[in-house]
């Protein structure tokens, strides 16, 4: 059996009885960083019976490695760093493979920083796309602006020293009217949401952190209207410099 544990996204309370009775009861648990789980397995004194490590500069070797040992009858868990596995993380590989030897795969469910930055971010959440993070460079503005032209709600991830860099390229691509929800240090204790415009969310953002801002973020985009017509940053023609290189 092959079990996707959720962990918590910040606060170490936000985890299950149910996912630590799996931890300490499977046979291996494969963890993005084995130092990172050993904070929260030593608070709720979860002794797994082994840990490696899996994630995204192993996770070929490890994940045939896992695959022979739930081959060979072996329960596995797999978590990560903080919220559910296989969402922007190389858990869905493992997955892939387990399902292709017939083995079960059992979600246990739990913290994810996308549905709690959606779920309290007022915007519509009746349709919505999960993006994770953007490209760096190649395709990246194509990506934005078909980020900009979606109807639906848009989840985006973004780490703290590319956060203003994003919301400058939201700007020009929906342009000043369009709103955003910023979540950061979700769940911890400086938890904060930023709501209104782009402009309005970047304007609060560079009076708090005039340098460098703290804490992991999740962008939450409001959907484009019928009404609102497509920007020049939003045609399907345009060639990213990048990709000219």
């Given at each position: 059996?092959?079990?996707?544990?959720a962990?918590?996204?910040?606060n170490l309370?936000?985890?299950?009885?149910?996912?630590?009775?799996?931890?300490q009861?499977?046979?291996?648990?494969?963890?993005e960083?084995?130092?990172?789980a050993?904070?929260?397995?030593?608070?709720?004194?979860?002794?797994?019976?082994?840990?490696?490590?899996?994630?995204?500069?192993?996770?070929?070797?490890?994940?045939?490695?896992?695959?022979?040992?739930?081959?060979?009858?072996a329960?596995?868990?797999?978590?990560?760093?903080?919220?559910?596995?296989?969402?922007?993380?190389?858990?869905w590989?493992?997955?892939?493979?387990?399902?292709?030897?017939g083995?079960?795969v059992?979600?246990?469910?739990?913290?994810?920083?996308?549905?709690?930055?959606?779920?309290a971010?007022?915007?519509?959440?009746?349709?919505?796309?999960?993006?994770?993070?953007?490209?760096?460079k190649?395709?990246?503005?194509?990506?934005?602006?078909?980020?900009?032209?979606?109807?639906r709600?848009?989840?985006?991830?973004?780490?703290?020293?590319?956060?203003?860099?994003?919301?400058?390229e939201?700007?020009?691509?929906?342009?000043?009217?369009?709103?955003?929800?910023?979540?950061?240090?979700?769940?911890?204790?400086?938890?904060?949401?930023?709501?209104?415009?782009?402009?309005?969310?970047i304007?609060?953002?560079?009076e708090?952190f005039?340098?460098?801002?703290?804490?992991?973020?999740?962008?939450?985009?409001?959907?484009?209207?019928?009404?609102?017509e497509?920007?020049?940053?939003d045609?399907?023609d345009?060639?990213?410099?990048d990709?000219?290189l």
């Amino acid at each position: 059996m092959l079990y996707l544990v959720a962990t918590p996204i910040g606060n170490l309370e936000d985890i299950s009885l149910r996912a630590i009775r799996l931890l300490q009861e499977t046979d291996i648990v494969a963890c993005e960083d084995t130092r990172h789980a050993r904070v929260l397995f030593e608070r709720h004194g979860i002794r797994p019976r082994r840990l490696v490590s899996y994630h995204s500069h192993n996770e070929r070797s490890r994940a045939a490695e896992l695959a022979d040992d739930l081959r060979g009858g072996a329960s596995v868990a797999v978590v990560t760093d903080a919220g559910t596995p296989g969402i922007s993380d190389p858990a869905w590989a493992l997955v892939r493979e387990a399902l292709q030897l017939g083995i079960d795969v059992v979600p246990v469910p739990g913290a994810c920083a996308a549905i709690a930055a959606l779920s309290a971010s007022g915007m519509d959440t009746t349709r919505f796309a999960f993006e994770g993070f953007l490209p760096l460079k190649k395709g990246r503005k194509k990506r934005i602006a078909g980020l900009a032209a979606e109807d639906r709600t848009v989840v985006i991830y973004e780490s703290p020293h590319r956060i203003k860099r994003l919301l400058g390229e939201l700007l020009e691509a929906c342009g000043p009217e369009r709103h955003i929800a910023l979540a950061r240090e979700l769940t911890k204790h400086f938890e904060e949401f930023l709501r209104g415009t782009i402009p309005e969310v970047i304007a609060r953002l560079t009076e708090k952190f005039p340098e460098s801002v703290k804490g992991e973020c999740v962008i939450v985009l409001e959907g484009r209207s019928k009404n609102e017509e497509l920007r020049e940053y939003d045609l399907v023609d345009a060639v990213d410099e990048d990709e000219m290189l």
